[in-house]
Each structure stands twice: as C-alpha cells, then as structure tokens.
C-alpha cells in the first residue's frame, strides 16, 4: 500500500524527525511551516529569524533537520552551518543559485530554490528520509535533483574569503584525492568535492570529463593529436596537455565527424 500523500514518502512507523526553520523572511517562513504540519514523522521545534540566534538555536535544541536560509542578517547561512557544534541534516533555501555547490561542499543534504511549491519539498524530504534511513544518494544525484539548470559560477574558500569563480573562465579540473583542483583563468583553487559532483552541474555541452580524474572546457581546447592508436592527447591553449582515455577520446572523436 501506497504512502499517503501529506507523509513525505515515510512509512507510518518511521521515527520522527526534529526540524528547525532558519529563515528571515515571514512569507517563506510561514510557508515551511504550513509545508511542514502536513508530514506525520516530521516536527518542527523551532524558528529562527537570525544567523546568530539560529546557531544558538541549534546547538541547543540539536535537532535532526534544519531549514537554512543562506541570506540572514548578521550571519550568512552557509556561515551558521560552519559554526555549529551539533551536525544535523541542513537543507538550504534561497532565491540564488550561485551558492550551490558552496552548499554541497559543506555538506548539505538539498537545496531549495525559491520560489518553491509543496511538490518540490515532498521531493526533498523522501532525500531527508533517505538520509536519515541510511541510504543517501550520491552527491551528483542530489545535484541533478535539487537544479535544472547548469552552474554560472563557483565559490571557492581560500585564506581571503570566498572566491567566485566564473564558469566560462574554468580551463580545466583534475581530481586530487578528496578535492577538485579549479584551473581557471583567475587561478588554481582548490575545493573540496568530487569531480563527479562538479561534473553534474555544468553544461555538458562546454565541459567534458575526459579522464576519471580530468574534466576540460572545451572552449579551451586549442588542438587534439593521437597519443597512441586509442588515446588522444587534448592541448589547451595555456599549454596544458592531458591524455584523455580511451571512452573520452571515442566521444571526443565523434564531435568531429
């Protein structure tokens, strides 16, 4: 037998959820909360309208889930989930795109685009139940899910701060370990996330993965030479060389046919 409708896709006897709402705005506050008295395993025990208060908040209330929006007075969202002592599940909320992978990095489980209707939130809380169950998705899946459209910008952290960093300006990226390396026009950045996730969210028109470790803009791209009779060596226009495998260099190929 199928879930009710107003569950979130829970079964009946899952365990309840604690969730706080971290949101400035009135209208979008009463709207998470109206969302949110329709789903049987879910409370809400708290509400707050600051960033310094929602880390207050938090930490003492500790509850499962938190609503965060990413633009608060005094503290930024992406701020407060740095600050906080207690871990729980964060889904973001915003009207602005450009902090999205800011948000993976630091470990959110989804990201709401405002303006958002209760269908898209159902959507995200049979992820949280997920989560919560033990069977997260893989960040590339909670990407693709939570937008539709690909990223214009990053963020990066570096000792100064953060970092935009134009899409279009991206030479190209290679995997180092846990993080991505960002060769950009601007710099190298490095940033901790998977190439897979990064690769989810850019359009895969301009960018491809030519190597599990190297993704290229193709827009950078000066020339491309045999390596050996399966390979191609892709050169960019700052002088980079990397050999892309042979899957890549198959669909590298194809663009020229």
């Given amino acids: 037998m199928s879930a009710a409708p107003h569950d979130g896709g829970a079964p009946q006897r ?12 009135p209208i979008a506050r009463d709207n998470l909360r109206e969302y949110a008295a329709g789903v049987a395993w879910l409370d809400l025990v708290g ?54 992978l800011a948000a993976f990095e630091i470990g959110a489980l989804d ?8 269908e898209r939130f159902r959507a995200m809380l049979a992820r949280v139940r997920r989560r ?18 690909p990223l214009r910008r990053l963020f990066a952290r570096t000792r100064a701060g953060i970092v935009p960093i134009a899409v279009e300006g991206i030479l190209h990226v ?3 370990g846990d993080f991505i390396e960002v060769h950009s026009a601007a710099g190298v950045y490095l940033m901790h996330m998977s190439l897979g996730e990064l690769a989810a969210r850019l359009d895969p028109e301009q960018f491809r993965q ?3 470790s190297a993704l290229v803009n193709l827009e950078a791209v000066e020339r491309m030479r045999p390596f050996d009779q399966r390979r191609l060596t892709i050169r960019l226009k700052n002088g980079t060389e990397i050999v892309a495998s042979r899957t890549a260099s198959e669909g590298l190929r194809r663009l020229v046919r």
């Fill in 132 to 149: 919560l169950d033990g069977a997260a998705e893989p960040a590339p899946e909670r990407a693709r899910a939570a937008f539709g459209t």
């Fill in 47 to 100: 509400e707050a309208a600051h960033g310094a208060e929602a880390i207050r908040l938090i930490d003492s209330l500790k509850p499962d889930l938190v609503f965060l929006d990413v633009q608060l007075p005094e503290i930024s969202g992406l701020e407060v989930a740095r600050r906080i002592r207690h871990a729980p599940q964060i889904v973001f909320t915003t009207a602005f795109d450009r902090y999205a």
């Fill in 14 to 25: 899952a365990r309840r959820v604690r969730a706080v709402i971290v949101e400035d705005e």
């Fill in 111 to 118: 990201y709401l685009l405002k303006p958002f209707g209760r």
């Fill in 174 to 176: 290679r995997a180092r």
């Fill in 210 to 212: 030519v190597h599990r």
